[in-house]
């Protein structure tokens, strides 16, 4: 039963990354991704991690997705012609490198296999989390809030237009 | 049949592996930058499974943080992409490289 579900979701998930990498439009790619990060969620559900799974839902799915789609439909996208223009040579020399890391990524795991524990149901609750956030976590927990603070700030001055000068340019020209 | 820890790493090996490959062929910046999020989310599996296989829960609490990270890495790369397509009117990443050589 966990194996069928397992290898349902798996499956739902590899399918929705790959339409994510190959879709023409950007938008159908953000849709695709939130298929994606839904079934992570399942498999975060499935590990006994209910919580981040919530977290999942709520953040990545949520908020982040959200302003992926809020960007797609300001900038007023045409349909993204790279995958025409780069070539089938480096298309496939991509996906050839991108195969060799996958061979060094299996090798790497393989020294860490084996390991295999009783499911316990109160490893991922928010009180078991929650304890160990506030507690042996606490600074990197306060430094991640700074990391977001920091962030607001540099995303509002990296998008601020340059108004004032172009103002007074054109006010300047408008009076003389 | 039982699901083991080989299957989630192989699972999250897999995903990171086609994130990887979308930011090698893709010159869309947005579906770039989705192709790094898939990576970070292949990333976040593999920490989540080895917590409970383990078992710890420093794994799930790492969680936490890259997806804190992964937020303000959100926010601050989609202003750099709404600032490129403000000065260059497309989002093709072969048009931004001042500073490449």
Redo the contacts between chains.
């Keep these: 039963m966990e194996a069928i579900l397992f290898i349902v979701i798996a499956l739902m998930s590899i399918g929705a990354a790959i339409m994510v990498i190959t879709q023409r439009s950007p938008i159908n790619s953000v849709l695709y991704l939130v298929l994606a990060f839904f079934s992570l969620a399942i498999l975060y559900v499935m590990l006994g991690a209910q919580l981040l799974a919530a977290f999942q839902v709520i953040v990545y799915a949520g908020a982040i997705m959200v302003l992926f789609v809020f960007v797609v439909m300001m900038l007023n996208l045409s349909k993204a012609q790279d995958w025409e223009r780069i070539g089938a040579i480096r298309r496939w020399l991509g996906f050839a490198a991108a195969a060799g890391v996958f061979l060094i990524v299996v090798t790497a795991l393989r020294g860490s296999l084996g390991y295999n524990a009783e499911l316990d149901p109160n490893m991922g609750t928010i009180e078991s989390i929650g304890s160990v956030l506030f507690g042996r976590y606490m600074l990197p927990f306060e430094v991640a809030s700074v990391l977001l603070l920091v962030a607001i700030v540099g995303v509002v001055s990296l998008v601020k237009r340059e108004e004032p000068p172009k103002s007074v340019e054109t006010k300047g020209g408008e009076a003389s | ?11 999250s ?10 930011v ?5 910046v ?2 770039i930058f ?2 790094i ?2 990576m970070l ?1 292949a990333a ?2 593999t920490f ?8 710890n ?2 794994g ?2 790492f ?3 890259v ?10 790369g ?6 490129i ?1 403000r000065r260059k009117g497309s ?2 990443i072969d048009q931004v490289n001042l500073m490449k050589w």
């Design positions: 049949m039982t699901v083991t820890l080989e299957w989630y790493l192989g699972l090996a897999i995903l990171f592996v086609i994130g990887l490959g979308g090698l062929t893709r010159r869309n947005l579906i989705m192709s999020e898939l989310n976040n599996l989540v499974a080895f917590s409970r296989y383990l078992p829960i420093d799930q609490v969680v936490f943080f997806m804190a990270v992964a937020a303000a890495e959100v926010a601050v989609l202003a750099i992409i709404v600032t397509y989002l093709d």
